[in-house]
């Protein structure tokens, strides 16, 4: 007898004869994920579903770190390719982008070590020392900082228009002990309560003067990752920072918002830039659990009532993702905790790069290609998206020099060198990266304001299997639909869409097609949404406009 003589269609015997082998092959399997180089099932068509959606895109951007300081005060000649790398959204003459066209650029506040005589920092360090616009005689000095200065023009002379800021640390000559970085008889924040005044003093200036620039900047955050002791012996620091319990981030907030009040200052105080995700939503000591602490109404540190404070929620996407499921349930777990608090706020992912071992999921580098690392940036900009509703995504950092080993491909989006390693450097060369075009895959595309919507794949509804082989998010805007598609298999896949050419179809009945892979940058083509196939181990982007 005929498997449709029961009443069974093909398609529903290839969907369960699917189920089924995945059962098998996770009951054999020790980690229940599906082999990455495994071959991608045939597909019974993607589901666009238009009206299912989900958060707004705010941005995506980059943060210029440390490191801008020293390329931003390059020639003409060896820095601007850089700005057009970041920021562009020309594209050249046979339509590849000349560059990714981030939507937001995040800038330091420096905190003057670099002006100290002794800063306390390593001499290996030299490159995270940062000037600071405020002098120790609390006079203010607007030629400091060029070389963020400079990529902040850059940014807004290529069509950026929002920016952030972040500060590690107050003025050395604010804090307790006396450097930018912790020490041991330094208990929480290293900045004593009478000084609150001040360094709130401090933020609200440098806003302004950026506001009188004619920068919008959308967040400032005064605490980055205070869950850590950001503790050092006096001539061995390597970054500045400062631990802070929760209580006194909230009192350092109530005094900074009637700063910002008095001062007009209509950039928005954000939280709280946490070392983990987990640390938002979970833990039982004084430093984490922070959307509970500071937007639960009934919480000694609440803040959720002050004006200056944003809704955005900052979160770093580091040491989350040892195996896929850890990945998904951490995302999953901040997403549900931000809707519990049903107040309006929403998720910045603010600081991601290839941090720890993670991203070796037990392989040996060796065996690496750069497309690899490139592969892992996009998948976890993939889950921080999909599972995590971030409305807003950066990396850290655009710019870096490391080369050791294999971490050229995995801490910054552009890898430079100085002609001089030590803060006399005054030019250097660098290389782009995989990671510039992967982020570029959705910076350059995944515009602000579009919203996201749901996308079906029958071949892999289970998440797990999703992130570990072939992944896709749609986005939209009016007419406009985007789609990033991740196939991190070995196997490329011909797709088709359900509906296509009946519930829906695009103008033309073609697809821009932008591709990332192994032997591509963005690379740009025109395809068929019939039968369109993605490369093996390839990020690609399509782009289409809707028939009404």
């Known amino acids: 007898m005929k498997w449709f003589d029961k009443g069974i269609s093909r398609r529903e015997i290839k969907f369960l004869s699917f189920i089924f082998l995945a059962v098998f092959v996770a009951s054999c399997e020790q980690d229940n994920f599906t082999d990455p180089n495994a071959e991608i099932p045939e597909n019974d068509g993607i589901i666009l579903n238009f009206n299912t959606t989900f958060q707004s895109i705010d941005h995506f951007g980059a943060s210029g770190g440390f490191q801008d300081q020293w390329v931003g005060e390059w020639p003409a000649e060896s820095k601007e390719p850089i700005a057009e790398l970041l920021f562009s959204n020309e594209v050249d003459n046979q339509g590849n982008p000349l560059g990714i066209g981030l939507t937001l650029w995040r800038t330091v506040?420096?905190?003057?070590?670099?002006?100290?005589?002794?800063?306390?920092?390593?001499?290996?360090?030299?490159?995270?020392?940062?000037?600071?616009?405020?002098?120790?005689?609390?006079?203010?000095?607007?030629?400091?900082?060029?070389?963020?200065?400079w990529f902040l023009s850059k940014a807004k002379e290529y069509g950026v228009e929002k920016f952030s800021a972040w500060a590690t640390t107050p003025p050395y000559f604010l804090t307790e002990n006396g450097y930018t970085f912790s020490t041991n008889d330094v208990a929480g924040f290293n900045c004593p309560e009478?000084?609150?005044?001040?360094?709130?003093?401090?933020?609200?200036?440098?806003?302004?003067?950026?506001?009188?620039e004619g920068y919008d900047f959308e967040t400032v955050s005064a605490f980055n990752e205070t869950q850590y002791e950001w503790n050092a012996n006096i001539g061995e620091a390597t970054q500045s920072g400062t631990k802070a319990f929760n209580a006194e981030i909230a009192e350092f907030l109530r005094v900074a918002n009637a700063v910002f009040d008095e001062k007009n200052v209509s950039t928005k105080l954000m939280i709280s830039e946490a070392a983990q995700l987990r640390n938002l939503y979970e833990g039982s000591d004084n430093t984490t659990n922070q959307i509970e602490e500071f937007f639960n109404s009934s919480s000694p540190n609440y803040i959720g009532d002050l004006d200056h404070v944003s809704n955005h929620v900052a979160g770093h996407s580091y040491f989350s993702n040892a195996t896929t499921n850890e990945s998904v349930m951490q995302r999953r777990s901040l997403r549900s905790k931000i809707e519990q608090m049903g107040s309006g706020l929403d998720y910045w992912q603010t600081e991601y790069s290839i941090l720890g071992s993670d991203y070796q999921q037990n392989q040996n580098i060796n065996s690496f290609e750069e497309i690899d690392y490139a592969l892992w940036l996009a998948k976890i900009i993939h889950t921080d998206l999909v599972f995590g509703n971030a409305t807003g995504w950066s990396f850290w950092t655009a710019l870096n020099q490391s080369s050791y080993e294999d971490h050229p491909f995995r801490f910054n989006l552009i890898f430079y060198e100085s002609n001089v390693n030590g803060p006399s450097n005054t030019n250097g060369s660098f290389t782009p990266v995989k990671n510039l075009w992967a982020l570029g895959n959705y910076s350059r595309f995944v515009r602000p304001d579009m919203l996201r919507f749901e996308v079906v794949d029958p071949d892999y509804r289970d998440a797990l299997q999703s992130v570990d082989n072939f992944m896709i998010s749609g986005y939209k805007s009016n007419r406009e639909i985007v789609l990033v598609l991740i196939n991190r298999t070995g196997s490329s896949r011909a797709i088709n869409f359900e509906g296509y050419g009946d519930s829906f179809s695009v103008i033309n009945d073609r697809f821009e097609m932008y591709t990332t892979s192994g032997s591509s940058n963005l690379e740009r083509t025109e395809v068929s949404p019939v039968d369109l196939e993605i490369p093996a181990k390839s990020i690609v982007t399509l782009k289409a406009i809707l028939v009404e």
């Open 194 to 212: 009478e000084n609150y005044q001040a360094y709130a003093d401090f933020l609200a200036e440098v806003m302004n003067y950026y506001a009188s």
């Open 109 to 149: 506040i420096g905190d003057g070590a670099a002006d100290q005589i002794n800063s306390g920092f390593s001499p290996a360090a030299w490159f995270r020392e940062t000037e600071s616009y405020l002098n120790s005689d609390l006079t203010y000095d607007w030629s400091k900082q060029q070389g963020e200065q």
